[in-house]
Nanobody, 117 residues
Framework: QVQLVESGGGLVQPGGSLRLSCVAS????????MGWYRQAPGKQRELVAG???????SYANSVKGRFSISRDNVKNTVYLQMNSLKPEDTAVYCC???????????WGQGTQVTVSS
C-alpha cells in the first residue's frame, strides 16, 4: 500500500514562513509528478505548486515569488517552502503524487496552515 503523509503545518503570523513536507511510503517503484493543493473553507481545491520527476516546476499566480516546491527523489519526499505568508493562504494543504508505471494518483490526508495575527 502507498501512503502520503504531510507535516509542517501550523499557525503563523502574516509575513512568516512555513515548510511543508510530504513523504510517500509503501510499494513504490517510481514517482512521477508531485504537487501541493490547498482548500480553504467554502472554496474549491486549487493547485498551489507542482513538480515533475525531472524537476520542472509550476506555481499558481497567487503564490509565485513566495512559495517554492522541491523534491528529494531518494527520500520520496516533496517540500513546499512558504514565505511571506498572507491570511488568504490559510487552508488545508494536501500533497499529491503519481505513483508507479500507471501514474496512479495518491493523496495525503492534509495539514492545516493558518495565517493570522
Amino acid at each position: 500500500q502507498v501512503q502520503l503523509v504531510e507535516s509542517g503545518g501550523g499557525l503563523v503570523q502574516p509575513g512568516g514562513s512555513l515548510r511543508l513536507s510530504c513523504v510517500a511510503s509503501g510499494s513504490i517503484l517510481s514517482i512521477g509528478a508531485m504537487g501541493w493543493y490547498r482548500q480553504a473553507p467554502g472554496k474549491q481545491r486549487e493547485l498551489v505548486a507542482g513538480i515533475t520527476s525531472g524537476g520542472w516546476t509550476s506555481y499558481a499566480n497567487s503564490v509565485k515569488g513566495r512559495f517554492s516546491i522541491s523534491r528529494d527523489n531518494v527520500k520520496n519526499t516533496v517540500y513546499l517552502q512558504m514565505n511571506s505568508l498572507k491570511p488568504e493562504d490559510t487552508a488545508v494543504y494536501c500533497c499529491n503524487a503519481e505513483i508507479g508505471s500507471s501514474r496512479s494518483p495518491y493523496w495525503g490526508q492534509g495539514t492545516q496552515v493558518t495565517v493570522s495575527s
